[in-house]
Nanobody
Framework: QVQLVESGGGLVQPGGSLRLSCAAS????????MGWYRQAPGKQREKVADITSGGYTNYADSVKGRFTISRDNAKNTVYLQMNSLKPEDTAVYYC?????????WGQGTQVTVSS
């Protein structure tokens, strides 16, 4: 059974930082492209960042220079370091794992950026 469990969300002031974690079980993340997506109220889910099995990273234009995705294969965990947070970053953040074998989603973690 595959599980992706996100943690690290919460309430932060504009300009602040958070680090999200996604702990995977049932898969070996180094064999997947691991990604972070987000969905704000009334909006479609969008990709924030991903990291391929080869270690290449991609970012949405809206988060380039502020967010960093990384992977710890020994811990089977993916991270999203979020700096200089803005109110428009408020959303539920989801972890995603995908390759030719399958696609999996976590349950999401809420990030709220507000003063």
């Amino acid at each position: 059974q595959v599980q992706l469990v996100e943690s690290g969300g919460g309430l932060v002031q504009p300009g602040g930082s958070l680090r999200l974690s996604c702990a995977a079980s049932g898969i070996i993340i180094s064999r997947y492209t691991m990604g972070w997506y987000r969905q704000a109220p009334g909006k479609q889910r969008e990709k924030v960042a991903d990291i391929t099995s080869g270690g290449y990273t991609n970012y949405a234009d809206s988060v380039k220079g502020r967010f960093t995705i990384s992977r710890d294969n020994a811990k089977n965990t993916v991270y999203l370091q979020m700096n200089s947070l803005k109110p428009e970053d408020t959303a539920v953040y989801y972890c995603n794992a995908q390759n030719r074998v399958g696609i999996y989603w976590g349950q999401g973690t809420q990030v709220t950026v507000s003063s």
